[in-house]
């Protein structure tokens, strides 16, 4: 069984700075993945990044990035130069490597962002 | 990436009647889809696991003879909330996953409203 906590139910940034969104993980496998997701007031879930458990090195796009620390189980995610499209809820969640594998998600974090 | 498509959007029933919401991979073959129920503000809720050609997988709590799941073919999954009732009000989202791949597509949801 795996389990998301997502610690920040609310956040807040101004325009062009930077914020990170945190989120713990507990999980028995050895192999899995972690992603962020977005969701805007459409609804629509959109993939911000993923993280394969296995790769050291952070994972990174465009203005987006995460802070992967495997021995913690932490993975937060930090959005450089917000925008005002950046406005949404941010969803952490889990899947273990394998075929048809769920994802388990964290209670997601509400991100503001002011002029 | 890959394009999930969800119908309907938006759909109001009365009490007592059945309501089915499609869920079709447009431009891949989902082995897997899942359903999830999102109440306001909250997180997305695993309803089921539909694979094709198998009867779907429940998670625990999840009235299987109220929310009926049928995945005939790799590219369309049904869910149908039978004898709706007001609390079965919510925010229906579906996603996919691709033979290879192991990232989920998430449809753009359904909003039911049962009167």
């Known amino acids: 069984a795996q389990t998301v906590t997502q610690s920040q139910p609310e956040m807040s940034v101004q325009e062009a700075e930077t914020v990170t969104l945190s989120c713990t993980y507990d999980t028995s496998e050895s192999d899995y993945y972690l992603f962020w997701y977005k969701q805007p007031p459409s609804r629509q879930m959109i993939l911000v990044i993923r993280?394969?458990?296995?790769?050291?090195q952070n994972a990174t796009e465009n203005r987006f990035s995460v802070n992967f620390q495997k021995a913690a189980k932490s993975f937060s995610l930090k959005i450089s130069d917000s925008q005002l499209g950046d406005a949404a809820m941010y969803f952490c969640?889990?899947?273990?490597?394998?075929?048809?594998?769920?994802?388990?998600f964290g209670t997601g974090t509400r991100l503001q962002v002011t002029l | 990436g890959a394009v999930v498509s969800q119908h309907p959007s938006r759909v109001i029933c009365k009490s007592g009647t059945s309501v089915k919401i499609e869920c079709r991979s447009l431009d891949f073959q989902a082995t897997t889809m899942f359903w999830y129920r999102q109440f306001p503000k909250k997180s997305l809720m695993l309803m089921a696991t539909s694979n094709e050609g198998s009867k779907a997988t429940y998670e625990q709590g999840v009235e299987k003879d109220k929310f009926l799941i049928n995945h005939a073919s790799l590219t369309l999954s049904t869910l149908t909330v039978t004898s709706a009732h007001p609390e079965d009000s919510s925010f229906y989202i579906c996603s996919a996953l691709g033979q290879a791949d192991t990232e989920a597509f998430f449809g753009q949801g359904t909003r039911l409203t049962v009167v």
């Open positions: 969640a889990c899947q273990r490597s394998g075929t048809a594998s769920k994802l388990t």
């Open positions: 993280q394969e458990a296995y790769k050291q």
